[in-house]
């Protein structure tokens, strides 16, 4: 019996990826859970397992193509045995649930009471329903008319699962179920199913205005495709930012203390296996003061209206990569030392730029640090990384001459941004949290201590 192997949902928010390498061929012999394909998504790279053990039939793709959720990528010959025992638990599920079903009257009689208040609701949107139908079969007709391949707009005639509540929101947002491809049990419309087809139209909408002018008009061009990394951050970035009311804090640190121990250091840390770095630093005094202001920990929920404090500190560290920013997550941070920190940093950002961050690994942060110091600039804003509520950005340290105990010194002075959520917080929080940053770049052991 054929059976076919699949794009799994691999992480949350991955709607595609791209087939980085295929580990099998036609005619290949393979057993269950061994991998068919290798691919890579804006977040991190997997293999896909097999479903079954069997003789592989057909391949349904090739190394390079981007591929969707659920795409068909080999079609295997399972073994005998395994569709003889799939038959028998088949059997055996379909006759536990004969039993199960005659032995549950009650259940029969409250199924027939959710049917009759669905169908109470139905009546109520028959005129609508058939309003609908008739706009749907006039928009198809003229749909044809100009363009005769255009045909993917679903009938009319077939039968919408939805719960009344879920119809009367339809009506509000004046969706029509019968577009909607249901993902709850057995095909059935749930209210997200009709929240994201209204905000996809919203989207479709507002993408009309982005329309960009013929360039080649007035010289050469180039067109390039854009990499899964890099559609994964417009689309990210453009959310938050559309979502997100951002302020901006700025500050300045005296770092030459910093730079002297990091020189002191280096050695110590670079035979442990790690580089003894400013980000390094700062992820420790960070996570420390994540415990003093909680806020810039959690996230909020909008929906909801709660703000959700988490009890554990989870750093994104960003790293600039050939195929665009990954922002990898280091676990635990405030549980950690400087050396160990060092030593992790520089491990998973190796990993970011080969390509072999695991999804573990990209997913669970609640603040984020991004270090351009190494690049240049005085300041930046950087855009907070949604669903978490700050963001803190490092540019270039410079001699600056500060006025210390009657005279002017040379001193290392080190540029802060800080980006944030004014949802949750206020300027004087900010304020607060950049202040103790600062202070405690100064003098990280007295940080430390209070």
Sequence with gaps: ???????????????????????VAEGDTIEEDQAVVSVETDKATAEVPSIAAGTVKEIKVSEGDEVKVGAVVVILE?????????????????????????????????????EKEETDD?????EENKKEDKESSEDSEEKKQKDSSSTSTKKSSDKVYASPGVRRLARELEVNLQELEGSGESGRITEKDVKNHKNSDGQKTNSSLEKLPDFSKWGAIETKKLNNIKKATAKNMTASWQSIPHVFQFGEADISGIEAYIEKHQE?????????????????????ALHQFPKFNASIDMEKEEMILKKYININIAVATEKGLLVPVIKNADQKSI???????????????????????MEGGNFSISNLGGIGGTNFTPIVYHPQVAILGISKAS???????????????????LSYDHRLIDGSVGAAFINWIEKALEDPYEALLN
């Design 122 to 126: 139905n009546d109520d949107d028959e």
């Design 78 to 114: 399972a073994d005998e045995e395994e569709d003889e025992q799939e038959e028998e638990n088949t059997s055996s599920d379909d006759e536990k649930e004969t039993e199960e079903a005659d032995q549950a009257p009650s259940d029969e009689e409250k199924e027939d009471e959710d």
């Design 1 to 23: 019996m054929a059976k076919e192997i699949k794009i799994p949902q691999i992480s949350e928010g991955v709607d595609t990826a791209i087939i980085s390498e295929i580990l």
């Design 268 to 288: 110590k840390v670079e035979k442990a296996g790690g580089k003894l770095t400013l980000t390094s630093i700062l992820t420790k005094i960070v996570a420390t």
């Design 339 to 361: 050396k160990d920190l060092s030593v992790e940093i520089a491990e998973i950002a190796e990993k970011a730029r080969s390509g072999k961050l695991s999804n573990e690994e």
């Design 399 to 417: 001699t600056k001459p500060v006025y210390i105990n009657g005279k002017f010194e040379p001193r290392s002075i080190l540029p802060l941004s």
